[in-house]
């Protein structure tokens, strides 16, 4: 496939670059299943690196993107990432949202010693060298989210209901042992239940999720459901009366972009759990949105958590290359760690030794306009633990890239590190 170049706009705000662009690639599918949420996110890089063109480039320098479609088609994102490194030879890449693509890359960005920059919530259990994650893990997400289901909502009865592929099985697998061995839940009060992307009858599961649910205890749906599956599972949920006062559903893949363009009827007062909304009432989100809007040329386009994810992913390795002087990647690598850029809540996000940046954790309640009003915040930024401390595989692991320990997998009690960051689990 070959790529579409887009270089950025000339400067107007300060010297215009010149010289070699540094190119930038940008991965993420426009077709197939996951269209629905990534496509806002080629968008967004693009607006991204037109701004920093704007601000004069980067080392003097203007930046081109490099898009590709991987189609929701997860081998044809490693094969893109090796197009982008080897023949567009890409200072870093953007990209990808479902786990399975995200794994498909590695091996390909591990290899060829590149840059991804992942900005989505995912299952943890991995730290890579390449690979700077700045979506959430599970203690910035769904930890939170069923704290907050058990402690304020009052549930006692859960169903784990996800997309059938690594994120939501390992993220399900964390919390089915977080729900026994840390909130006291039976194993009866536990239904867990996955369907394959684009799954479109939600009739029989709904129906189950209903009996689960008129048990007498106050039960909810935690939904690692992902891409256009969601539009028919909440549709039926209410074609079956199934309410969020009866049944609250806390999801974290539904934001923004997917709330958009669909009948919001079904879904009101049900929860998502994210790190940002684009109600967020800061200066800095007044800035971002509107900088969207006049990018995009359409001020009914909503932001969402992943845009901000690259916007500070983007922003981390902007500054890094700067502080590196170069865009080679072991000297970004190592510059990348302790970067710290505002993120879109009012506060700066910093990138920690382990790869993945520190997070606040919001949980809303959709509204009637496909928005979110915010009903908890964690106090402060969480820092995100990439090994489960839940799971007997990983809770004595930790990752730390600095030198010389360099290491995704270090075990503290044995003192030895297992390789590459995502292989100690067998993931």
Known sequence: MSALAVT???????????GEPIKVGVLHSLSGTMAISETTLKDAMLMLIDEQNKKGGLLGRPLEAVVVDPASDWPRFAELSRQLLTQDKVAAVFGAWTSVSRKSALPVFEELNGLLFY?????????????????AAPNQ??????????????????????????YPR???????????????????????NYTPFGQSDWQSIVSEIKAFGSAGKRTAVVSTINGDANVPFYRELANQGVKAEDIPV??????????AGIDTAPLVGHLAAWNYFMSVDTPENEQFIKDWHAYIGNEDR??????????????????????AGTTDPDAVIDAMIGVSVPNLSGGYSSMMPNHHITKPVLIGEIQDD?????????PGLVVA?????????????????RKPMSCGNFNVVTGKCGGQGETATGQ
């Open 8 to 18: 950025g706009v000339q400067a107007q705000d300060a010297a215009a670059p010149s």
């Open 119 to 135: 900005p989505v919530q995912y299952e943890g259990e991995e730290s890579s060298r390449n690979i700077f994650y700045t979506g």
């Open 141 to 166: 997400q769904a930890i939170p989210a069923v704290d907050y289901l058990a402690q304020e909502e009052g549930v006692e009865r859960w169903v784990l209901a996800g997309t059938d592929y690594v």
């Open 170 to 192: 390992t993220t399900n697998r964390i919390l089915e042992t977080y729900l026994k061995d840390q909130l006291g839940v039976a194993p009866e009060d536990i239904m867990i």
């Open 250 to 259: 806390v999801a974290f893949s539904v934001g923004e972009e997917e709330l």
């Open 302 to 323: 909503v932001t969402n958590d992943p845009m901000e994810a690259h916007y500070i992913g983007f922003n981390m390795w902007v500054k890094a290359v700067e502080k």
């Open 370 to 378: 496909g928005q979110f009003q915010t009903v908890y915040e964690t």
């Open 385 to 401: 633990q990439e090994w489960s401390p839940y799971l007997e595989g990983s809770k004595d692991l930790i990752a730390d890239w």
